[in-house]
Every structure is written in structure tokens, then in C-alpha cells.
């Protein structure tokens, strides 16, 4: 499992930095730097069709599954940072938020 910081703080999933969700995915399939990334697990706040089945309580550690192949830390579709960054402070949409940890190949 990742550490996650996220502080895409508009995230239904946010909780002080933190995800309460099992696992979340990182999309950018041909990204060659962090902006062309996204996290496909995002959810606004304040809408309310999330499932109780989505969220548990926040944790640090996460699985994170990611489409980002050109990253330096993905192995078959999986990230194997220590650690890394969700941004997006202002985001209202997946399209906003990037992971801060991509790194191209």
C-alpha cells in the first residue's frame, strides 16, 4: 500500500488529507507530467449518490491503482511510490486534481 496525501479538499473522499476510500485510481494513460494526470476517484462534495459501500474511514495508506503507464512508478497498472500527492485545491471535477508524485519514464 501508498501513503496518500490529498489535498484536493472539494473530494466527498477528503478527510484531512486523508482518503477514506479502499483504493483509488490514477488516470493519464500517455501523461508525460503530473498535470496530464488525474484522479479518476474523485467525487465532489455535496453530491449524494456516494454509497456508504465507497467510504470508510480516513486512512493513509492506500491501494492505488493507476493507468499512468509512462510513470516511473507504475508496475502493471499499480502505483509503488512510498508515498504520494493528490492535488487540486480547487478542484470540481477529476479534471482538476493531478497526482504530484508522477515522474515520466
Not at 31 to 47: D, L
Request: proline share 3%.
Amino acid at each position: 500500500m501508498t501513503d496518500l496525501i490529498c489535498t484536493v479538499v472539494s473530494c466527498s473522499y477528503n478527510e484531512n488529507k486523508l482518503c477514506k476510500r479502499e483504493n483509488i485510481t490514477v488516470g493519464g494513460r500517455e501523461a508525460n507530467k503530473p498535470s496530464e494526470t488525474v484522479c479518476e476517484s474523485f467525487y465532489p462534495r455535496g453530491t449524494n449518490t456516494m454509497t456508504s459501500l465507497d467510504a470508510k474511514g480516513p486512512k493513509k495508506e492506500t491501494n492505488i491503482a493507476c493507468n499512468a503507464v509512462t510513470c516511473v512508478y507504475n508496475e502493471n497498472k499499480v502505483c509503488t511510490a512510498e508515498q504520494i500527492q493528490i492535488a487540486g485545491v480547487k478542484a470540481v471535477t477529476s479534471g482538476e486534481t493531478e497526482c504530484g508524485t508522477f515522474q515520466c519514464k
